[in-house]
């Protein structure tokens, strides 16, 4: 395979884009199907790029001019994230009935993620990611100028923040390519720079931050696909530090208090979720959830919760593409769903919390204290997940039955993965330890079970029975009383001081400049005396320049 | 493939038979009729005729069998390498959370019950932290000094936490409508599990014959009894001081736990 | 007839830019008596500034006449290319001063006095430079040169606090913009390239100077471009602001610092220059839109990746990280002001349909080609 | 002879900013071309002088015609630029004289002074004749201090002369692009 084609996978969505702009004259379902071959062909095109090697490819285009060159680079991490970020964008391209300006930023937008993916050094990620987020904003404008969407500086930020870790490199190690980068140059204040882009690019904060606010818009198009784009690119970024850091963060604190962050967000999302008024404000805290156990076992800095990490990542795709296909009423395919995404055994999502905290509780020291708090989190969350199930919908989207079996199929397909837990780590293993070094007795010997510390995962063996066993059980047996009891539109709890920080932020928030102050802020004024040509000011600033030198 | 064929036979035996469902059902009936006793409950005719079983009674049994598949309990079919803590704790959690989704008129108190929850978690939890193991045995072998006091804290902590999670509390969930509450089959499934996981944590493994099996399943029958008695007194003190006792006093007692923990962490390191 | 003018003027235009493309870098000539050499830079940023003009006279936007265009661009091309190839700071201060009379007796809405004031200064103080430059004398001479070189650039460019005044219903050409968008472009190029040896000793101050200006450009020209009542007001700020920018690089002295300047001077004169004369028909019948073309449009205005601002503040991060990282951030912080004020300009572009919108999206493949593959435009400038 | 010079450049840009109107404006400037060409014939440019000269000359008599009629010499009002033409030449002295160094402290006087007299002149003024009678001067000014050659001198002889010769500008005009 020749190297030039590791372009392909961000061609082909560019190229879906300019057909589907063109044909756009042919009516929107063109444009659709455009689009949405473009987002399958480039998951194609990935794997079979990587098939048919199975080993790293780099592609050197030369430089472009900002320090930095067109450096193409597909190893396994590389093409884990990018089929986690692909499969649910083609999915939603597939299924969600979008105008063609929409298919044509669409794809754009997931071009601009794979090509931060396949990037090969720092500040083409930052580029690639920018261009993703941007994009991202014009999608939500595009689909509804009026509903709530991220502020267009918090999602820039993040890669302001990465091209400037990635400048920094250049110009302390002389390189930011991350085959290259030698690990002394990973400081703790370039990893604080990539961590803040990685938490801010995919919005895992434990406020409604816009990774949450997003599914509160009247259409989930464009929340579904930024969702399922920009999520995985902001852990890609720590992941890529492991690499940048010879398999570890520059210090043990970081991963500390990554991993307590994580939890923080995953914790704040189920609080939210716990007083959820409606089943659409509920499931817009899914997501952000699971990013949160995500990160706490991506940050613990070994393979195995690394790969719990990813685990979750590829829970939390599927969910993603779901959760928009879901109908208003209360259905099956809405309990799956909800189910899944709570983690309920033996689901893919179980073995990924599974694995994620019993690494933690491994490591030892305060990460004890951290898989404590996490998995008291996911009790929170499945409390939080029981209680949805008899809330209103709060919405006013309509998906056909078509769409809601497709959801249910995704929600099944979560929840039977759980025993191939253990064949997924054996298939990851390879682009795991291109980023960290595995265990000695590595993370999966085989395709039936994973080897953590002090236990062993027999993911086919126990999980697989109880699949089954439960399937059938659950087939005959008798459904409940579809009701909706009153304590469950109640919140389960309320958090202590609450109100206060509501009431100190309104307070706050009314802050004014008192009367007889605001001739001195008047912005106007200021701008009148600025802007009028007055030799006086332009004598005073003369003055004042020559003293400013003068000192 | 023959090794998996075995492991899995072995897996699907814990799981319905030893300890699985058939333990589950046998220990968890001699309880529930004890408790029935004990509460003057109504155990009611039992019906004989086949009907279908409610789905909440079948996730929450399908939980219960996944979380005792991971007790130390002796001749468990599950090798000791393949038992694991926090499977038990999270499949066992999401009992309660199952009768919330599935028939939310029989939880009471949905709220408090998680605040309990919490504070049982930390029971179970705590004291793997500094053992660095999630082996269930490995913990209740652990009898080093330094590390009791978490153990025998945590220990307490779980009985204060257990007659709340097995609603023997006297709060009634929304759908009771009767002055003495019946049977409670999903209860039955819940005793073992609960009991047993607490068997498991705080003492030290039982031997696989027959005296280890004895020893484990008296420890269990003792802290169910514990937990009956427990229930009644609860039940004599009514609704509100049983909620007083839950919010003031083991809620405050679990931050001291957590203390404790760190404590523990820190001066052992 | 006024076709054969148009006609033989946009040959004549079409010859000189040949002939500048073909004059190869630093290429001198003392065949009039005096030496002529143009420099990398000025040549590109001249080829640059030609290619705007070609692309306003081929697409030109609503009720502009393309003769008018034609005879103001070619005017001020000229000027350009003689100050690019004069070998002092003397005769392109002359050069200058020739190029602020006539810009001057063209036909506005200001007061004579207002349209010629700012400029003419900038004249003066850059005069007093040359003057002060010659003579011996303490350090603080030296610095005073800093000063009136640095004060005289900006107010030749009419950016804070030299602003020129502005009236948002004057036509272009005897607006504040040329100097900002056209003119300012090359005097910024070759003031700032003569400068080395005059303030010798005093590198420092003028580097630290520009770069002041510049972030006091950059803070208040965004929150104003965001904030003022009148769209064109917010069109004039947005080009002070990019100016910021360019003084920032130029005062990094860093070859990172310069190119990021150029880059900037470059989506001036190739993206925000021509995106606001299209956008002119809009701002007087205040036709806001909220589509794609508007997002997409503010994106290119607001330095976004993938358009031509985002490597340029790639590099300016670059220097200032190699010379004083926390510059850098605040640098970072300030690329955050961009964003507001470009959203509303991206509005004021209305709904743009036929020749405007080929315009618009030239200019903006024009921004993604050279954001994503800067390196020919550095390399035309010697970079 | 340069001291000389000197004093005339000074006393050619204190009449330009002393006067209102066309002939004042042409004497002003008249005068300080004569000095510039002094200058530049004690340089050694007599070329550069000759040219110099006649530029200025050239722009002076244009001046002449185009403007407001009249002299217009220290009309009433005019006592802050008395005050500003002899402080500036006061503190453009101390400045040639006391704090720089080099072959000529005339020129450097010359240089500062008029530079800032007319630079003043043209922050301070309206009316078009006075401003581009100023800014002619400061192109006199700039063809001896830019130490280009007979370059110099001829550009600034011609942007005098040009300067000199535009028409009073047109009327505001209503809207456009």
């Known amino acids: 395979m020749p190297p030039i084609a590791l372009l392909a996978p961000i061609a082909l969505p560019v190229a879906a884009a300019a057909v589907a702009a063109a044909t756009s004259r042919l009516g929107e379902r063109v444009a659709r199907l455009v689009a949405a071959a473009g987002a399958w062909a480039a998951l194609v095109a990935l794997a079979v790029l990587w098939l048919t090697v199975r080993s790293t490819q780099e592609l050197s285009l030369g430089p472009l ?4 060159g067109l450096d193409l680079r597909l190893d396994g991490i590389g093409v884990v994230f990018g089929i986690i970020a692909l499969v649910p964008a083609a999915l939603l391209l597939t299924l969600q009935q979008r105008g063609w300006q929409e298919c044509t930023v669409a794809s754009l937008a997931i071009a601009a993620v794979v090509l931060a993916i396949e990037s090969g050094n720092m500040v083409l990620t930052a580029i690639g990611g920018c261009t993703a987020a941007t994009l991202a904003v014009v999608q939500f404008d595009i689909e509804d100028v009026r509903a709530v969407r991220p502020s267009w500086a918090s999602v820039m930020i993040p890669w302001i923040a990465l091209a400037w870790a990635g400048v920094t490199l250049q110009v302390e190690a002389g390189t930011a390519a991350y085959a290259a980068v030698p690990v002394s140059a990973l400081t703790t204040q370039i990893f604080a720079l990539i961590a803040i882009a990685a938490l801010l690019g995919a919005g895992i904060v434990p406020w409604r931050g816009w990774a949450v606010r997003i599914w509160m818009r009247p259409s989930l198009r464009a929340a579904s696909v930024t969702a399922a784009t920009l999520l995985p690119l902001g852990l890609y970024l720590l992941v890529r530090a492991y690499e940048l850091g010879n398999g570890r963060y520059p210090q043990l604190w970081l991963n500390l208090a990554l991993a307590a962050w994580g939890v923080l967000v995953a914790l704040g999302a ?113 409390a939080a997940a029981a209680r949805s199930v008899g809330l209103p919908a709060g919405r006013r989207r309509q998906a056909t039955d078509a769409l809601a079996l497709v959801a249910a199929v995704l929600g099944v397909m979560v929840l039977a993965a759980g025993p191939a837990v253990a064949a997924l780590a054996s298939i990851t293993s390879d682009a795991i330890a291109g980023v960290m070094t595995l265990p000695a007795a590595g993370l999966a010997p085989d395709p039936l079970s994973i080897i953590t510390v002090s236990t062993r995962l027999p993911a086919v063996a126990l999980f697989g029975p109880l699949l089954i066993l439960g399937a059938a059980a659950v087939a005959l047996s008798r459904p409940g009383p579809a ?65 400013a030198v003068s000192r | 493939m023959t090794q998996l064929l075995s492991s899995a036979a072995g897996d699907t035996l814990s799981l319905l038979v030893y300890p699985g469902l058939l333990t589950i059902a046998v220990f968890g009936l001699a309880i529930e009729v004890a408790w029935s006793a004990v509460a003057r409950q109504a155990i009611g005719r039992p019906n004989l005729r086949w009907r279908r079983p409610p789905t909440v009674q079948v996730i929450v049994a399908l939980l219960a069998m996944l979380a005792v598949t991971q007790f130390a309990a002796p001749f468990n079919a599950v090798p000791t390498a393949d038992r694991n803590l926090v499977i038990a704790a999270i499949a066992i959690g999401f009992t309660a959370w199952a009768e ?98 607490f068997t498991t944590l705080f003492f030290p493994p039982s031997a696989d014959d027959l005296a280890g099996a004895v020893r484990f399943f008296g420890i269990s029958i003792i802290a169910a009894l514990l937990c009956v008695l427990a229930g009644t007194l609860l039940a004599r003190r009514g609704a509100e001081r049983a909620r007083g006792l839950y919010t003031r006093a083991v809620a405050p007692y679990s931050l001291l736990v957590l203390a404790l923990i760190v404590v523990t962490l820190t001066l052992t390191r | 007839m006024p076709r054969l003018a148009f006609a033989s003027g946009a040959a004549l235009g079409v010859a000189g830019l040949v002939a500048v493309v073909l004059s190869r870098a630093d290429l001198t000539s003392n065949q009039l008596g005096i030496t002529l050499s143009l420099s990398p830079a000025s040549r590109a940023i001249l080829i640059a500034a030609s290619a705007a003009l070609a692309i306003l006279v081929a697409l030109p936007p609503p009720r502009a006449e393309r003769s008018t265009l034609l005879r103001w661009g070619l005017g001020g091309l000229a000027g350009m290319t003689a100050m690019a190839a004069a070998p002092s700071l003397g005769l392109v201060v002359m050069i200058l001063l020739l190029l602020v009379v006539l810009q001057a007796s063209g036909v506005g809405r200001r007061s004579y006095a207002n349209r010629f004031r700012a400029p003419a200064l900038a004249v003066g103080l850059l005069a007093l430079a040359i003057a002060l430059a010659a003579m011996q004398g303490p350090p603080l001479l030296t610095r005073l040169v800093v000063v009136c070189l640095v004060a005289g650039l900006a107010a030749a460019l009419g950016v804070l606090p030299y602003i020129h005044e502005f009236d948002p219903d004057e036509t272009t050409a005897a607006s504040p913009i040329p100097w900002l968008a056209f003119l300012g472009p090359i005097v910024a190029v070759v003031v700032v390239g003569k400068a080395g040896e005059m303030v010798e000793g005093a590198e420092d101050a003028f580097g630290a100077l520009l770069i002041g200006l510049g972030l006091i450009n950059i803070v208040v ?163 | 002879m340069t001291e000389v010079a000197a004093f005339v450049a000074w006393l050619g840009a204190a009449v330009i900013v002393l006067a209102d109107s066309r002939r004042g404006l042409a004497a002003g400037l008249a005068i300080l071309a004569v000095a510039a060409a002094a200058m530049a014939w004690s340089q050694g440019e007599q070329g550069g002088a000759i040219v110099l000269l006649a530029g200025g000359v050239l722009a002076a008599a244009l001046r002449f015609t185009i403007g407001p009629d009249g002299w217009g010499l220290m009309q009433p009002g005019s006592t802050p630029r008395l005050l500003f033409t002899i402080i500036a030449a006061l503190v453009a002295l101390w400045v040639a004289l006391a704090v720089t160094s080099g072959p000529s402290a005339g020129i450097r006087f010359a240089a500062l002074t008029v530079l800032v007299l007319l630079g003043g002149r043209l922050l301070q003024a309206a009316e078009p004749a006075v401003m581009l009678t100023a800014i002619a001067g400061i192109a006199l000014v700039l063809g001896f201090v830019s130490g280009d050659g007979i370059a110099s001198y001829s550009l600034a002889a011609l942007i005098t002369a040009g300067v000199s010769a535009m028409p009073a500008p047109a009327p505001p005009h209503p809207r456009g692009t």
Request: contains cysteine; aromatic residues 10%.
């Open chain 1, 483 to 547: 009701t909706t009891a009153a304590q469950s539109k109640a919140p389960l709890f309320d958090v202590p001081g609450a109100a206060a920080a509501m009431s100190l932020r309104d307070r706050v928030s009314s802050w004014t400049v008192p009367e007889q102050y605001r001739s001195l802020f008047d912005p106007v004024a200021l701008e009148r005396v600025a802007a009028g040509g007055r030799p006086a000011l332009w004598l005073a600033s003369l003055i004042a320049l020559a003293i």
């Open chain 2, 100 to 197: 919330l989704a599935l028939d939310p008129e029989l939880v009471a108190r949905p709220g408090l019950l998680l605040i309990i929850q919490s504070c049982w978690l930390l029971s179970v939890l705590g004291p793997a932290i500094e053992p660095e193991s999630l082996r269930p045995q490995v913990l209740g072998n652990a009898l080093v000094p330094a590390l009791l006091p978490v153990k025998v804290a945590s220990g307490f902590l779980y009985l204060l936490c257990l007659p709340a999670l097995m609603r023997l509390w006297p709060m009634s969930p929304p759908a009771e409508r009767r002055a003495r509450p019946r049977f409670n089959a999903t209860r039955t499934m819940l005793w073992f599990p609960y009991c047993g996981l």
């Open chain 1, 270 to 382: 189920a609080v939210r979720a716990q007083a959820a008024s409606t089943r659409s404000e509920y499931v817009a805290e899914t997501v952000p959830g699971l990013a949160g156990f995500a990160l706490m076992s991506i940050a613990i800095g070994t393979a195995v919760g690394l790969f719990a990490g990813l685990v979750l990542l590829a829970s939390a795709a599927l969910l993603t593409s779901a959760l928009p296909l879901l109908p208003d009423r209360r259905s099956p395919a809405a309990l799956f769903v909800v189910a899944a995404a709570a983690g309920v055994p033996p689901g893919l999502a179980f073995g990924g919390r599974v694995l994620g905290l019993a690494d933690a509780f491994e490591t030892g020291n305060a990460f004890g204290v951290v898989a404590i708090a996490g998995a008291a989190t996911w009790l929170v969350a499945a």
């Open chain 1, 65 to 68: 001019g900002f320090g930095a």
């Open chain 3, 221 to 383: 020209a965004t929150l104003a471009s965001w904030r003022t009542s009148s769209d064109a007001q917010a069109w004039r700020y947005s080009f002070v602001a990019d100016w910021g920018l360019a003084l920032c690089g130029f005062g990094l002295v860093l070859p990172d610092g310069v190119g990021a300047a150029l880059l900037v001077l470059y989506s001036i004169l190739l993206g925000r220059l021509p995106l606001y004369l299209w956008s002119r028909q809009s701002l007087r019948e205040k036709a806001q839109a909220d589509r794609p073309i508007n997002f997409i449009v503010a994106a290119a205005l607001a330095g976004s990746a993938p358009f031509a601002g985002f490597p340029a503040r790639i590099l300016l991060l670059r220097a200032a990280t190699a010379m004083y990282w926390p510059l850098a951030l605040v640098l970072a912080l300030s690329f955050l002001l961009w964003l507001p004020g470009s959203l509303r300009l991206g509005r004021t572009m209305g709904a743009p349909a036929g020749r405007q919108l080929i315009g618009v999206a030239v200019a903006l493949g024009i921004s993604v080609v050279f954001g994503l593959f800067p390196r020919p435009l550095l390399g035309l400038a010697g970079l």
